[in-house]
């Protein structure tokens, strides 16, 4: 099942405009992770917050977590026609008879960035 | 190039057959996770090994089944194979510890007709 939910499910954007998703999950967590994914290929790992964090930026992005709503937010600062993909959030919830990187995904959001 | 190795990429095989997906892990990582990407269900988490042990497993089917090698690589194993099996399979790995991400390969896309 998926636990994350994202929004919006697709976002359409100019170069140089900034692009804001949200993610949202139900259980308790130890991190929080985005990644993105050009079309058929592999995902690439964007960025990892944990669950004592609130806020970490790397390069363009900034993500904030916020462990009281069970929600995330993915910022993309000056969009580029080369952030066009599809961006999901997965979480990272071990404990008890579970195991690190048994990542539960999002349904992710498909972002379009115009030239 | 995340270092994980998939083959083949594509697989068209017929209802009924049995398949094998193979994975080389990033050099260093001990841990390999296998996940199915479909539209239906979107990404889910198959089953993880580590350092040749299962560690964690998912919503895998029981027609389904892997396993780490010595070297590390892996090998998923899709058998008596049904239409809604058609799917991408992406291999990952880590170094297996906690807060660390997952490098994906570029998937195996199998269609069965």
């Known amino acids: 099942s998926q636990q994350g939910e994202e929004d919006p499910q697709a976002l359409s954007i100019q170069e140089g405009e900034n692009a804001t998703m949200n993610c949202s999950y139900k259980?308790?967590?130890?991190?929080l992770q985005w990644y993105r994914q050009n079309s058929g290929r592999g995902l690439v790992h964007l960025i990892l917050?944990?669950?004592n964090e609130r806020e970490k930026h790397s390069g363009r992005l900034r993500v904030t977590l916020d462990t009281s709503k069970k929600s995330s937010s993915l910022l993309i600062t000056a969009s580029r026609a080369a952030d066009t993909a599809s961006y999901f959030c997965?979480?990272?919830?071990w404990g008890r008879g579970t195991s690190y990187g048994k990542l539960t995904f999002g349904q992710g959001t498909i972002l379009t960035v115009h030239p | 190039d995340s270092g994980v190795t998939q083959t083949p990429k594509h697989l068209i095989t017929a209802t009924g057959q049995r398949v094998t997906l193979r994975c080389s892990p990033r050099s260093g990582d001990l841990s390999v996770y296998w996940y199915q990407q479909s539209l239906d269900q979107g990404l889910q988490f198959l089953i993880q090994y580590y350092n040749g042990e299962e560690r964690a497993k998912g919503n895998i089917l029981e027609r389904f089944s892997a396993q780490q090698f010595p070297d590390l690589h892996s090998e998923l194993n899709l058998s008596s194979l049904e239409l809604g099996d058609s799917a991408l399979y992406f291999c990952a790995s880590s170094v297996g510890t906690a807060n660390s991400p997952l490098h994906f390969g570029n998937g195996t896309r199998l269609t069965v007709t």
């Open positions: 259980t308790s967590i130890n991190n």
């Open positions: 917050i944990r669950s």
């Open positions: 997965a979480t990272d919830a």
